[in-house]
T-cell receptor
C-alpha cells in the first residue's frame, strides 16, 4: 500500500539558512499534519491542513510557515534556522472517511550547524 | 504535568512474556486513542487504535480503554526481541467528531530479552 512520502530524507543547513520540507500524503487522504521530534523527545504537533486550509496550529515558530497545495501535498518552510531546529520532522496524513487515523511518513532529519 | 503520561521505562521483559504498557490522559473529552511503535530514528508506526471502553485485540496486541479512569493500556503477548522499541501513547485532540492533532506521551522504552 502507498505510504506518506517525505523529501528530503536528510538535510544539513547552516544557521540562519532556510529549508523546505515536502510531504506527499497517502492517495485520497485530505488532511496533512506536521510534527517535530527533538532528540529523546516525543513528537510535537506543529500545524495541520484539511482541504488546503489550515485546520489547527500548535507550537510552530513564527519563522516557520506551511501550506497545502491543490494536489494535497504540503510544504513546511523554515527560515532563519537555529541550532535548536535540529530534529526529525514527520508528516502524517489521514482521511476524514477513515476515522482520522494518522499514518506517518519516514521523516526528514534536519541538522543545523 | 503532561496531558498524556506514560512510564518512560525502560521496561524489560523476557522473550515470550507479556509486556504491559500504561498511559493516562487528562482531557476527559478525548475520544480517540492510539498506540504507536517507534524504532530509534524511525517514524511512529500505528499498532492499535481504540475508541470505545473495553478491550480491542489484534493478534498479539490488546488495547484497553477506561474513559472513566482516563486510562489506556497496551498488552503485548508472547513478546519477541523484535518488539523492542519505544511505544508511544497518543490522544487525538480533535473536535466535533473530526480528527485533530495527536498529543503524545513521552513513550515507554520496551526491551525484550532473548
Amino acid at each position: 500500500a502507498a505510504g506518506v512520502i517525505q523529501s528530503p530524507r536528510h538535510l544539513i543547513k547552516e544557521k540562519r539558512e532556510t529549508a523546505t520540507l515536502k510531504c506527499y500524503p497517502i492517495p485520497r487522504h485530505d488532511t496533512v499534519y506536521w510534527y517535530q521530534q527533538g532528540p529523546g523527545q516525543d513528537p510535537q504537533f506543529l500545524i495541520s491542513f484539511y482541504e488546503k486550509m489550515q485546520s489547527d496550529k500548535g507550537s510552530i515558530p513564527d519563522r516557520f510557515s506551511a501550506q497545502q497545495f491543490s494536489d494535497y501535498h504540503s510544504e513546511l518552510n523554515m527560515s532563519s534556522l537555529e541550532l535548536g531546529d535540529s530534529a526529525l520532522y514527520f508528516c502524517a496524513s489521514s482521511s476524514r472517511q477513515g476515522q482520522e487515523t494518522q499514518y506517518f511518513g519516514p521523516g526528514t532529519r534536519l541538522l543545523v550547524l | 504535568q503532561k496531558e498524556v503520561e506514560q512510564n518512560s521505562g525502560p521496561l524489560s521483559v523476557p522473550e515470550g512474556a507479556i509486556a504491559s504498557l500504561n498511559c493516562t490522559y487528562s482531557d476527559r473529552v478525548s475520544q480517540s486513542f492510539f498506540w504507536y511503535r517507534q524504532y530509534s530514528g524511525k517514524s511512529p508506526e500505528l499498532i492499535m487504535s481504540i475508541y470505545s471502553n473495553g478491550d480491542k485485540e489484534d493478534g498479539r496486541f490488546t488495547a484497553q480503554l477506561n474513559k472513566a479512569s482516563q486510562y489506556v493500556s497496551l498488552l503485548i503477548r508472547d513478546s519477541q526481541p523484535s518488539d523492542s522499541a519505544t511505544y508511544l501513547c497518543a490522544v487525538d485532540r480533535g473536535w466535533e467528531n473530526q480528527g485533530g492533532k495527536l498529543i503524545f506521551g513521552q513513550g515507554t522504552e520496551l526491551s525484550v530479552k532473548p
